[in-house]
């Protein structure tokens, strides 16, 4: 597995993992984390990552935001989380190196913490 940062050709893939964290509607949920995606490709490129299994396909996911204020873990996705505990420990890696010189406040989205605790 390898974690990369997110290109608009993965935006895709991504929104189709997460959908479900962004809406009970799996199509509202789709066009919802699509955009919000997309958004944050535009602002902080540099904070979208994903991971690819051996056959380059995204089993996971890392949204971070950033800011003067506050420090937003915004996505935070791994599908089947049990086959894939390396790609949950390549996130919680990059997510470290972060979270060791934030100094500001944290927040993370309810669905990203649920996943980021989970495995601990």
Same mark, same amino acid.
């Given at each position: *597995?390898?974690?990369?940062? *997110?290109?608009?050709?993965?935006?895709?893939?991504?929104?189709?993992?997460?959908?479900?964290?962004?809406?009970?509607?799996?199509?509202?949920?789709?066009?919802?984390?699509?955009?919000?995606?997309?958004?944050?490709?535009?602002?902080?490129?540099?904070?979208?990552?994903?991971?690819?299994?051996?056959?380059?396909?995204?089993?996971?996911?890392?949204?971070?935001?950033?800011?003067?204020?506050?420090?937003?873990?915004?996505?935070?996705?791994?599908?089947?989380?049990?086959?894939?505990?390396?790609?949950?420990?390549? +996130?919680?890696?990059? +997510?470290?190196?972060? +979270?060791?010189?934030?100094?500001?406040?944290?927040?993370?989205?309810?669905?990203?913490?649920?996943?980021?605790?989970?495995?601990?």
């Amino acid at each position: *597995m390898e974690i990369r940062n *997110m290109k608009v050709d993965d935006v895709e893939a991504v929104a189709r993992m997460v959908a479900l964290d962004h809406d009970n509607s799996l199509e509202k949920g789709y066009k919802k984390a699509r955009d919000h995606t997309l958004d944050h490709l535009k602002i902080v490129p540099q904070h979208c990552y994903v991971v690819e299994n051996a056959d380059k396909q995204i089993v996971a996911a890392m949204v971070l935001h950033p800011q003067k204020k506050v420090f937003e873990i915004e996505d935070f996705h791994v599908k089947e989380i049990q086959r894939n505990k390396k790609a949950l420990a390549l +996130l919680k890696a990059k +997510l470290l190196e972060y +979270l060791d010189d934030v100094k500001t406040e944290v927040l993370c989205c309810p669905y990203a913490l649920k996943r980021l605790t989970r495995g601990l």
